[in-house]
């Protein structure tokens, strides 16, 4: 299979394959003209790193993943770490996005949004005055 039949059967643009291919997470067979010859397992494995990617997982932990899901003795407890702690990052991000809604809502709500020039929402990005600090 050629690399444009590839993108389109696992929905990644052929930049995205050939940058996994020069880092080493698909590794399709070169033809006698050097050429791309993908195999129907490499789509598989570029569909598992989209879809792994989707969900937020780093490249790091893609590849991890890969390995993982290659070894049939694997113990789903591995699996199930990496996974779980991923979950843990994306639940500290959640918690920093309220914190940033909630602040930004608050400066929203300060600001009269008319033709006074004064802001409350540019005066916080500005942060204190210089005479302020003395």
Known sequence: ????????????????IRYYEDIGLVRPARGTNGYRAFEETDVHKLRFLARARSLGFSIRECRTLLSLYEDRARASADVKALAEEHLRRIDRKIAELEGLRGTLATLVARCHGDERPDCPILDDLAGPSAGDAQ
């Not at 444009?4 to 930049?15: H, I, P, R, T, Y």
């Open 1 to 16: 299979m050629k690399i444009a039949d590839v993108a389109e059967a696992s929905g990644l643009s052929a930049k995205t």
